[in-house]
């Protein structure tokens, strides 16, 4: 019963408040209306005793410019002034018909009042026919020629009449009127906006009498209400409190163990990402996002990461992964040429079975391995090498011996016996320096350093090699700076790289040697027109035992190779099959010789 008898008391507060608030937005707008019509009318009334003004003060001006152009006599002048009088007329002829009809732009009003159509219209003052007149009598003034116009000219005459008294008293008495009817017109409005204000106030007692006053105590008693209803809400509090840190200590260990995970994922060294059964990616790690982008997503694993973009061998997705089990895979081949060991675990991503694949590069481990490997087969070659080139080196020793002999009893005696002993000798020496070589490589003896002159060193190598009447050579040493190096074994390199180029080319061919400075260094290149490396020999060049000629050792380069490196340098080939080779032996410079 309460409730149903609170229900009409309330639905009429409320509908007395609405008409209260609609009375006052009513009349806030009445208010609105009148001062705008105020502000509008202030402006029109002040246009219209300015413009009003103007007239009084543009006669004069007419009636100055008038005179002045009869008795000027200078014709320049006498224009400027004729000018000044026409801008003079057109702006007293416009400005009377704003006044009388009314202009937008000049803020003047379309109608005039009654009284100021009776002035401008009616007699006894007509100010129409006046200022029409006047008008008339300055442009006749004006269009007068030269000839005609002097001080007696009657249209002057008329209008210093006319500007002399009448048309001043009258144009006066329209400012009078014009003054007269803004005043009116601001009492009217203020009155009216008095009348609005004492409404308005009556409304504002009486909504505070029927309604506000009724409504303060329903407020009161519904704030008791509240006051009960807050205090059972506080009890709730408390007990949701205590949940809610029960809750934040749990999501801040939550949010601890992602951040863990998160940062872990970010920097572990590995490459991580998640696959569904068919290899479609679903998660990458930062490291992997890094590589690939996040457009990656949705890709299939092995035609992003393999380089043939085909499936590994013995790959786990194809018999599967059970959750929570390891596999292990090496793939050779991945992402430019690299080796991984990748981990496959099953697992759970989003309620759906998938695969946790974990990238471990092991390429430089695997290369790591194979040069080790490498290096000892070497050892073992290197130092069984050395015994058989010793032992060779003393029989070669008893055959040279023998020639020398054989060259002394047959001296002049058997052309074609001397003929065949100077090849004997010939490849005896051949043998003695592959087997030089061969030592070199197995003792990797240490440079004997001392001061060098690099362009002597060079042209005495150049010297010990038979060089083709075919084979053009030039050189472009200079005077390059001195080296701190060992005159045998780099010698013995620049012999090495020459005659590996002559053969290279034949009989016919280009061979340059240029010394130039880099920086620190010096950089000694040997460019010959040979037929070039192939593509798969340029890796292999360096390897010892390697060799792209058929009666080649493989021991040279990787001489030149230990050597230059024991001098502190490097030394590298570019080659295009069929464009020929240029070889590269950069030394460094003698401390005392560096800028």
């Given at each position: 019963?309460?409730?149903?008898?609170?229900?009409?008391?309330?639905?009429?507060?409320?509908?007395?408040?609405?008409?209260?608030?609609?009375?006052?937005?009513?009349?806030?707008?009445?208010?609105?209306?009148?001062?705008?019509?105020?502000?509008?009318?202030?402006?029109?009334?002040?246009?219209?005793?300015?413009?009003?003004?103007?007239?009084?003060?543009?006669?004069?001006?007419?009636?100055?410019?008038?005179?002045?152009?009869?008795?000027?006599?200078?014709?320049?002048?006498?224009?400027?002034?004729?000018?000044?009088?026409?801008?003079?007329?057109?702006?007293?002829?416009?400005?009377?018909?704003?006044?009388?009809?009314?202009?937008?732009?000049?803020?003047?009003?379309?109608?005039?009042?009654?009284?100021?159509?009776?002035?401008?219209?009616?007699?006894?003052?007509?100010?129409?026919?006046?200022?029409?007149?006047?008008?008339?009598?300055?442009?006749?003034?004006?269009?007068?020629?030269?000839?005609?116009?002097?001080?007696?000219?009657?249209?002057?005459?008329?209008?210093?009449?006319?500007?002399?008294?009448?048309?001043?008293?009258?144009?006066?008495?329209?400012?009078?009127?014009?003054?007269?009817?803004?005043?009116?017109?601001?009492?009217?409005?203020?009155?009216?906006?008095?009348?609005?204000?004492?409404?308005?106030?009556?409304?504002?007692?009486?909504?505070?009498?029927?309604?506000?006053?009724?409504?303060?105590?329903?407020?009161?008693?519904?704030?008791?209400?509240?006051?009960?209803?807050?205090?059972?809400?506080?009890?709730?509090?408390?007990?949701?409190?205590?949940?809610?840190?029960?809750?934040?200590?749990?999501?801040?260990?939550?949010?601890?163990?992602?951040?863990?995970?998160?940062?872990?994922?970010?920097?572990?060294?590995?490459?991580?990402?998640?696959?569904?059964?068919?290899?479609?990616?679903?998660?990458?790690?930062?490291?992997?996002?890094?590589?690939?982008?996040?457009?990656?997503?949705?890709?299939?694993?092995?035609?992003?990461?393999?380089?043939?973009?085909?499936?590994?061998?013995?790959?786990?997705?194809?018999?599967?992964?059970?959750?929570?089990?390891?596999?292990?895979?090496?793939?050779?081949?991945?992402?430019?040429?690299?080796?991984?060991?990748?981990?496959?675990?099953?697992?759970?991503?989003?309620?759906?079975?998938?695969?946790?694949?974990?990238f471990e590069d092991i390429t430089d481990y695997k290369n790591t391995q194979e040069k080790l490997a490498l290096?000892?087969?070497?050892?073992?070659?290197?130092?069984?090498?050395?015994?058989?080139?010793?032992?060779?080196?003393?029989?070669?020793?008893?055959?040279?011996?023998?020639?020398?002999?054989?060259?002394?009893?047959?001296?002049?005696?058997?052309?074609?016996?001397?003929?065949?002993?100077?090849?004997?000798?010939?490849?005896?020496?051949?043998?003695?320096?592959?087997?030089?070589?061969?030592?070199?490589?197995?003792?990797?003896?240490?440079?004997?350093?001392?001061?060098?002159?690099?362009?002597?060193?060079?042209?005495?190598?150049?010297?010990?090699?038979?060089?083709?009447?075919?084979?053009?050579?030039?050189?472009?040493?200079?005077?390059?700076?001195?080296?701190?190096?060992?005159?045998?074994?780099?010698?013995?390199?620049?012999?090495n790289i020459i005659l590996n180029a002559v053969q290279a080319m034949g009989e016919k061919g280009k061979l340059?040697?240029?010394?130039?400075?880099?920086?620190?260094?010096?950089?000694?290149?040997?460019?010959?027109?040979?037929?070039?490396?192939?593509?798969?020999?340029?890796?292999?060049?360096?390897?010892?035992?390697?060799?792209?000629?058929?009666?080649?050792?493989?021991?040279?380069?990787?001489?030149?190779?230990?050597?230059?490196?024991?001098?502190?340098?490097?030394?590298?080939?570019?080659?295009?099959?069929?464009?020929?080779?240029?070889?590269?032996?950069?030394?460094?410079?003698?401390?005392?010789?560096?800028?």
């Amino acid at each position: 019963m309460p409730l149903r008898r609170e229900k009409p008391i309330t639905s009429l507060l409320v509908f007395g408040y609405r008409l209260a608030l609609s009375l006052l937005a009513a009349l806030s707008l009445i208010s609105f209306l009148i001062l705008e019509e105020n502000i509008r009318s202030e402006k029109s009334s002040a246009a219209v005793v300015n413009y009003s003004g103007r007239q009084r003060m543009l006669s004069q001006r007419i009636a100055l410019l008038s005179m002045r152009l009869a008795a000027q006599k200078d014709i320049p002048v006498r224009d400027s002034l004729r000018e000044e009088l026409k801008s003079a007329i057109e702006l007293m002829e416009k400005t009377h018909q704003g006044l009388i009809k009314g202009e937008s732009s000049m803020n003047l009003p379309p109608r005039q009042s009654r009284e100021a159509g009776a002035l401008y219209f009616l007699g006894p003052v007509s100010l129409d026919e006046q200022v029409r007149s006047y008008i008339g009598q300055a442009r006749a003034l004006v269009s007068a020629s030269a000839g005609t116009l002097t001080l007696e000219d009657p249209h002057l005459g008329h209008i210093l009449d006319a500007s002399g008294e009448r048309l001043i008293r009258s144009l006066d008495s329209a400012v009078a009127q014009y003054q007269k009817e803004s005043e009116s017109r601001v009492l009217r409005l203020e009155a009216l906006q008095f009348l609005v204000l004492v409404i308005a106030l009556c409304i504002i007692c009486a909504t505070g009498i029927f309604i506000f006053h009724p409504l303060a105590g329903r407020i009161r008693l519904k704030a008791e209400q509240l006051e009960r209803q807050a205090a059972d809400l506080s009890v709730s509090n408390e007990r949701l409190q205590k949940e809610m840190g029960e809750r934040l200590e749990l999501d801040g260990k939550l949010i601890a163990a992602n951040e863990l995970n998160d940062t872990l994922l970010k920097t572990i060294p590995f490459g991580i990402d998640i696959v569904d059964e068919e290899g479609a990616i679903l998660y990458l790690n930062e490291k992997m996002r890094n590589l690939f982008g996040r457009e990656a997503l949705g890709e299939k694993c092995y035609h992003l990461y393999k380089d043939n973009k085909q499936q590994c061998e013995s790959c786990p997705l194809e018999n599967g992964v059970q959750l929570g089990q390891t596999r292990r895979t090496e793939v050779s081949g991945a992402m430019g040429g690299r080796i991984f060991l990748i981990s496959h675990t099953g697992m759970l991503y989003r309620n759906k079975k998938a695969i946790l694949e974990i990238f471990e590069d092991i390429t430089d481990y695997k290369n790591t391995q194979e040069k080790l490997a490498l290096s000892e087969r070497l050892a073992s070659i290197g130092r069984m090498a050395g015994v058989i080139a010793h032992e060779f080196r003393n029989q070669l020793a008893v055959m040279r011996n023998v020639v020398y002999f054989l060259k002394m009893k047959l001296k002049d005696k058997d052309e074609k016996v001397t003929r065949h002993l100077a090849i004997l000798d010939g490849q005896v020496s051949d043998t003695e320096r592959i087997i030089e070589n061969i030592l070199t490589f197995a003792r990797k003896k240490q440079p004997e350093l001392q001061e060098i002159d690099l362009k002597n060193l060079l042209l005495e190598s150049i010297d010990k090699v038979k060089i083709p009447e075919g084979i053009v050579l030039t050189t472009q040493i200079g005077q390059p700076p001195l080296l701190d190096g060992d005159p045998l074994q780099l010698g013995g390199v620049f012999v090495n790289i020459i005659l590996n180029a002559v053969q290279a080319m034949g009989e016919k061919g280009k061979l340059r040697v240029v010394a130039a400075k880099e920086g620190n260094y010096v950089d000694i290149t040997f460019h010959d027109t040979g037929k070039g490396l192939k593509e798969e020999d340029k890796t292999r060049l360096f390897e010892p035992f390697f060799s792209t000629k058929p009666r080649g050792t493989g021991l040279g380069l990787a001489t030149a190779k230990i050597i230059i490196e024991g001098h502190g340098g490097s030394i590298n080939i570019k080659s295009d099959y069929g464009e020929g080779a240029a070889v590269t032996v950069r030394l460094p410079m003698k401390t005392s010789a560096r800028k």
